[in-house]
């Protein structure tokens, strides 16, 4: 996987940190958990916490800006910083090998899909994952579960 900004992202660096993997859009009706997700991220970063954004476009179109077009929208409307991936895909064929393997570990409704922009997975710092959340879940509903992660 890399950035959006077409760097490497070597998950061997987020070994012993909680990461938090999202699939956003940014021109969804749940866009706004930026804010929260962002909150987060100020709040428990020095904790030990990894928010990952990972763009997708398999929802109703709602990602289909370019690199830089995300990468302002998220900057400029949510005053976003934390890590931000290329856009990829979370379901079908073309599945991020990161999504494929944590919907295998923690599948949802619709069993191994996504069913929309902003499902979340919570892994520990043993590389494990801990907890899939759904799309209409708020940031600040996560917070007890991130505590407890980062306690371990």
Known sequence: MTTLQGQ???FS????????VVNTASQCGLT???EGLQKLHQQYSDQ???ILGCPCNQFGNQEPGSASEI?????????????ISEKIEVNGEGCHPVFKYLK???PGVLGS????NF????????????KRFAPTTKPDALEKHIQKALAK
């Open 13 to 20: 660096q987020f070994e012993g940190k909680a990461v938090l």
């Open 48 to 50: 030990g916490l990894v």
């Open 113 to 116: 899909r996504i069913k929309w």
């Open 71 to 83: 990468q302002g929208g998220c900057l400029i409307n949510y005053g976003v910083d934390f890590t």
């Open 32 to 34: 706004p958990q930026y």
């Open 8 to 10: 490497p992202l070597d």
């Open 104 to 106: 295998q570990q923690l």
């Open 119 to 130: 499902t979340k997975f919570l892994i520990g710092k043993d590389g494990q994952p801990i």
